[in-house]
């Protein structure tokens, strides 16, 4: 695979007019690209991709561009933010229980997906609770810890049965029993249409 190429493939998504946090915009990647700084390239469309939303197909550029350059952990991330493009997810903040409580004994790695349960208020027929799965993705670089909290993304693997929740609701996230945390939601990201 053509390392520019991809890249530059990718930065075609980018709208010229779209700005960072910091202020960077698309000129400044294609800048970078034209010295060889593929990396700084890759990093610089990643926070476009954050501050506008971009389909699946920009995701999966920067994935293929991530693993010619070795870039493991940055791959596991496009491909995580291509699903999100793709399917739609929840971002929150998750406090765990603290495992003198009964929570989990071991933190939860950034980067390694974890697919827990989560009542997310569904009942069955019987009035039962009926728990649904999300893929869950640490935000950042720290652990999080049992008895601590730390924002997270969710990706419902039956995207109908949390449609109804909105921010501020509290859903419970459940490996085992008793729960093992609260998630407070905090957006909802729609999923993103893909390029025909």
């Known amino acids: 695979m053509d390392l520019d190429s991809s890249l530059l493939k990718a930065a075609q998504f980018c709208s010229p007019h779209i700005r960072t946090e910091a ?19 890759l990093l610089a469309l990643e926070e476009l991709g954050d501050a506008h939303p ?4 920009f995701w999966d550029l920067l994935a293929d561009a991530a ?33 003198e409580e009964g929570g989990r004994k071991v933190p ?11 009542d997310v208020g569904q009942r069955t027929p019987e009035g039962e609770l ?12 720290t ?9 997270v993304r969710l990706l419902p693997l ?23 945390g609260t998630a407070r939601i905090v957006e909802v990201v729609p999923p993103v249409a893909t390029v025909p």
């Open 158 to 180: 039956s995207p109908e049965h949390w449609r109804h929740l909105t921010p501020g609701d509290v859903i419970t996230m459940h490996e085992m029993r008793p729960p093992s």
């Open 23 to 41: 202020g960077a915009s698309l000129s400044d990647g294609l800048e970078y690209l034209e010295h060889g700084e593929w990396e700084m390239v």
């Open 143 to 151: 652990p999080l810890e049992p008895g601590e909290c730390a924002p």
């Open 54 to 57: 971009q389909p699946p197909e």
């Open 108 to 118: 939860i790695l950034p980067g390694k997906g974890l697919r827990p349960m989560w």
């Open 130 to 141: 009926s728990v649904s799965i999300a893929l869950l993705w640490v935000e950042g670089r």
């Open 67 to 99: 693993r010619v350059m070795w870039l493991e952990s940055h791959v596991a991330w496009y491909e995580w933010r291509g699903s999100e493009a793709r399917n739609g997810a929840l971002r929150a903040e998750l406090c765990l229980v603290p495992t």
